[in-house]
């Protein structure tokens, strides 16, 4: 019981930052609405909130296969392991606006436990997790993004957030850049794609074009080392393809 | 087509490591990936149902590693809510949306805090344990995975330098180092 009342109170508490949140973007948007202006404090706000759960998801547990660098998610960098054919370890990467953000499904464990988690109704109560379904207008791509102007994928909301608040971020984040896998692992619309690094890999872009993924906290000055900025990333893209081989 | 061969190694690098790596009374949790210390210095812990090498492997962490510590273990054998850690393997999938081994960034090993006492330290922990890949591993990796999620049940985060289990990517050491057993002593001594 402490744990439910917990949860909704967590809830509750997220609910009202989200309206706070629109007050602020309701009494600046006079500015707001100038082009595309350097991040503001609705914007940062945002930011915060979607980083922090993101930088949460990354350190729970034991991954093995995770990038050392961005430029590894290019369409040049091919990898294998056990006689595989190469492949590229991403479906690509994407730079744009966010322009359409809408309720995806929930999903549960039935039973004790289970090797796959089970997709539900998004408005269930009390999901293990969810998604949500993102539109970016597409500024620059690269791998099957290269001529695309938008995608769609789907990022992930943890069972203890209020999920309409997380919408409202992801809406609010400006220009963003995002490493998507493959599509097709959601059965509810199989043309959404899902962002690599367990759905971690979200970042921005600055107004000169310097990356940035706050995710990636200690690690990404290693992780951007060799693409600091697009001009870097584009570069790296129209390298000679490598070939990666793991033992 | 120019192509350079580059012989990686078969465990490349793996998540952020943090500069304390002790995640402190957080007061986080969920249902997926919500890092916070335990609630207390005396755990309770309990297998669901374990493959054999994942339950040989907690039970030499629980003895070699945790032991030492300031920090009790036994096992529960009336598990309810209140059990400090429950242990899990399964062949996972997409459990909370990762990339279980052997897809995409390959988690081979998750930890989550279910519950919340009300000190805002977290009541229960799960450690969950892949299968797809434990099959095939040595008993050493398998119980260095099982240290490192056992840190986490802890509040250790993960650490880029060498002589830990929470080490990133996943190495052979089957110890805490003397940076982590400090943070254990320091935040569970009191309790």
Known sequence: ?247 | MSVVAIVASSLPASAPASATNFVGQSGAWGSCHLLNMADNKSHTWVNIDLEPYYANAIAWVRTNVIGPTVITNTTDTTPDSLTDVVVRDRYYVDHCGFEWYPKGENTIGLVECDSLSPSGRCEQHSLRLSNVWGDDQSTQNRTALACHEAGHTLGLAHRNVAGSCMQTPLVTTLNFSTHDIDHITANYSHL
Request: aromatic content about 6%.
């Open chain 1, 1 to 247: 019981m402490e744990a439910r009342s917990s949860r909704q109170a967590r809830r509750v508490a997220a609910a009202i930052a989200s309206l706070a949140v629109i007050g602020m973007v309701i009494s600046g948007c006079a500015a707001g609405d100038q082009g595309r202006p350097a991040a503001s404090a609705s914007q940062d706000e945002a930011r915060q909130a979607v980083f922090a759960q993101l930088e949460l998801r990354a350190d729970a547990g034991m991954a093995i296969n995770v990038a050392k660098s961005l430029a590894e998610f290019l369409p040049n960098r091919l990898f294998s392991s056990e006689g595989e054919e190469p492949a590229p370890k991403a479906a690509g990467i994407v730079v744009g606006h966010v322009t359409a953000v809408s309720e995806g499904r929930a999903y549960v464990v039935v039973g004790d436990d289970a090797d796959s988690d089970t997709e539900v109704p998004f408005d269930t109560k009390d999901p293990l997790w969810q998604t949500i379904d993102v539109t970016l207008e597409i500024s620059q791509g690269w791998g099957e993004f290269t001529d695309a102007s938008t995608v769609s994928f789907a990022a992930f909301v943890d069972g203890s957030e209020d999920p309409q608040s997380v919408m409202n971020n992801y809406s609010k984040l400006g220009q963003i850049i995002v490493v998507l896998g493959p599509a097709g692992d959601y059965t509810y619309d199989p043309t959404l794609y899902r962002v690599a690094g367990s759905s971690t890999l979200i970042g921005t872009v600055g107004d000169d074009g310097t990356i940035s993924f706050p995710a990636k906290r200690e690690l990404e000055e290693e992780f951007l080392h060799e693409t600091p900025t697009l001009d870097d990333l584009d570069t790296a893209a129209a390298e000679d393809e490598v070939i990666v081989t793991r033992e």
